[in-house]
C-alpha cells in the first residue's frame, strides 16, 4: 500500500503539467506541485473547495461537461481561461477525464492543465501581424499575389483589377499557372524554385500574362518568398504592368525606322529624279522626230516620276501649303476615279456623309493620295466583288471622321498590330510603302489612321482630322 501511494504521489509531482482530482459534484480532492505553481495556492486551500480554478461565468459549462463524461464520454480536450490566487487569469490547454471504481462507476474526475499563455500571445501577435500584413498589402498601390505551392492565398485590390477580376474570391483556390501562356510554364517553375532557394527578390522579367477576361496583357513580375512556422512557404508576387510602355518602346523603334526610311528615300529620289529630268528631256526630243515607241518611254518615265515623289512625301510630307478645304469634293473626286477599278471587281462604294460637315485644313493631294490607297487596298481585298461602305461624320472632339468599311477576307491580329510599319504588307507583292506613306500625312495633318478588322469579317480604316477652327486657334 505504501508503495502504491509513493508511485501516484510521484507521477502528481514530476509531471510538468498541473493535476487536479475532483469528486462528481466538482469538490477538490487533490492537487499536484505543478498546480500551486500554476494557481498561487497551496495543497490545502484548495482541497474541499468546488473548482476554484474555473471562474464563475465558466462553471456551468464545467458542469455540463462533467454530466457528458457521467453519461459515457471518454475525455474532453479544450482551451480555457485558468483562474489564479491572485484574481488574475492564464490561457490553459486542458484534458478532463473521468475516474472509475472498481465496478466502473465514475467517481470523479482528474483534470490535466498545460499553461499556453505564451503560446497564446504568439500566436495574437502573428494573427495581428498577419493582419497588418494583409492590410499593408490589400491598399498597396502595386499589384501583389500571394500564392502556396502554385495555388492563390490572396490578391490586393489593384491586383485583382489588373487581372480583370472584382475581389479575391475570384481568384482564391486557383494556379498560377493559368494566367501565364504554357510556353511560359517551365520558366515560370525555374523563377518558383529561384525563390524558394534564397531570401532575395528576384529581378524583374517580362511575361505575357493572360487574364480571367481572356485579354492579354504584357507585365514585369518579381517575388519573393515569406516563412511559415507551419506548412509550405507563402510566395509574394509583384506584378507591373508595361503594356502601355512596351507600345511605347514600339512606337518610338517605328517612328525611327520612319526617320531612317524618311533619309534614306529623300537620297534615293534626290539621285534619281536629276537623270530622270535628262531622260523625259531626251525622250521629248525623240517624240518630235516621231521615234516608234517613244509614248510607251514617255508613260514609264511618269510612272518613275510617280514613284519618285511617292518616295519625296515619305521624306517629307508638307511640300505644300494648306488650304481650307471641303472633305465631301474631296471624297467624291477620289471615288469617282475609282469607279472604273471598282467595276473590274464587281464592288460597289457608297458614300454616306452626316449633315454639317465643317472644312479642314489639308494639302489635298495629299488627302486624295491616302484615300485613294486606302480605297485601292479596299477594292483588291474583295476579289469576288462586295460593298464598300464609306462614312464621314463630326466628333464631340472637335474632328472629323472618314470610315472606310469593306467586306474582304480581313486581317490577322498578328499582321493588324504591325501595320504601317516599313515593309509590312497584307499583299503578296506589297512592300509596305503606300500605308506608311499613308500614316506619314495623316500625322502631318494632326490626325491618326488605325486599322480595325477580323479574319472573314473585312477590315474597317478609319481616319481622323482635326476641323478647321481647330487648327485655326
Not at 500500500?1 to 510538468?16: A, P, V
Request: proline content about 4%.
Amino acid at each position: 500500500m505504501w508503495r502504491k501511494e509513493y508511485l501516484i504521489d510521484s507521477l502528481m509531482n514530476l509531471t510538468s503539467d498541473g493535476l487536479i482530482l475532483v469528486d462528481v459534484n466538482g469538490k477538490v480532492l487533490e492537487v499536484n506541485k505543478k498546480f500551486e505553481e500554476l494557481h498561487g495556492w497551496k495543497r490545502d486551500e484548495v482541497v474541499g473547495t468546488v473548482l476554484p480554478m474555473v471562474p464563475d461565468q465558466y462553471k456551468d459549462e464545467v458542469f455540463k461537461l462533467y454530466q457528458s463524461l457521467l453519461d459515457g464520454a471518454q475525455h474532453s480536450d479544450f482551451e480555457a481561461i485558468k483562474l489564479r490566487k491572485d484574481g488574475s487569469t492564464f490561457h490553459a490547454n486542458v484534458t478532463v477525464s473521468p475516474v472509475k471504481d472498481e465496478q466502473g462507476t465514475v467517481i470523479g474526475f482528474i483534470g490535466v492543465e498545460r499553461d499556453i499563455t505564451e503560446k497564446k500571445r504568439a500566436e495574437e501577435e502573428l494573427l495581428e501581424r498577419e493582419k497588418q500584413y494583409r492590410k499593408l498589402i490589400k491598399l498597396n498601390p502595386e499589384p501583389i499575389v500571394l500564392h502556396m505551392d502554385g495555388i492563390i492565398q490572396f490578391v490586393n485590390d489593384v491586383g485583382c483589377k489588373l487581372l480583370g477580376g472584382h475581389s479575391t474570391e475570384d481568384y482564391l483556390g486557383a494556379s498560377v499557372y493559368d494566367f501565364f501562356y504554357p510556353k511560359d510554364w517551365e520558366r515560370v517553375r525555374r523563377r518558383t524554385k529561384q525563390v524558394l532557394e534564397s531570401d532575395e527578390y528576384t529581378e524583374f522579367m517580362e511575361f505575357p500574362l493572360r487574364r480571367i477576361d481572356g485579354v492579354s496583357i504584357d507585365v514585369e513580375l518579381s517575388s519573393i518568398y515569406v516563412h511559415r512556422n507551419l506548412g509550405s512557404p507563402v510566395v509574394q508576387t509583384v506584378i507591373r504592368d508595361i503594356t502601355q510602355r512596351k507600345k511605347s518602346e514600339e512606337m518610338i523603334i517605328r517612328a525611327e525606322k520612319l526617320s531612317l526610311i524618311g533619309e534614306l528615300a529623300a537620297g534615293i529620289a534626290h539621285d534619281i529624279r536629276n537623270p530622270l529630268t535628262s531622260l523625259k528631256g531626251f525622250v521629248q526630243l525623240l517624240k518630235a522626230k516621231n521615234t516608234d515607241y517613244v509614248q510607251v518611254m514617255l508613260e514609264e518615265l511618269e510612272h518613275i516620276n510617280y514613284v519618285v515623289n511617292e518616295f519625296m512625301t515619305l521624306a517629307k510630307p508638307h511640300l505644300n501649303h494648306f488650304m481650307e478645304s471641303q472633305v465631301q469634293p474631296l471624297l467624291e473626286s477620289v471615288v469617282h476615279f475609282m469607279m472604273p477599278q471598282a467595276r473590274l471587281y464587281n464592288v460597289q462604294i457608297q458614300i454616306e456623309m452626316y449633315q454639317d460637315i465643317p472644312a479642314i485644313q489639308c494639302i489635298p493631294d495629299q488627302i486624295k493620295q491616302v484615300l485613294i490607297n486606302l480605297l485601292k487596298n479596299a477594292i483588291e481585298s474583295m476579289p469576288q466583288g462586295g460593298v464598300i461602305q464609306v462614312t464621314i461624320r463630326k466628333e464631340q472632339n472637335h474632328s472629323i471622321r472618314i470610315y472606310i468599311q469593306d467586306q474582304g477576307s480581313g486581317i490577322s491580329e498578328d499582321m493588324l498590330s504591325r501595320l504601317g510599319a516599313p515593309f509590312v504588307s497584307t499583299k503578296t507583292n506589297g512592300t509596305g510603302l503606300g500605308l506608311m506613306v499613308c500614316k506619314r500625312i495623316i500625322e502631318c495633318h494632326g490626325g491618326t489612321l488605325s486599322f480595325h478588322s477580323e479574319l472573314n469579317q473585312g477590315t474597317s480604316v478609319v481616319i481622323e482630322l482635326p476641323m478647321m477652327q481647330v487648327t485655326q486657334q
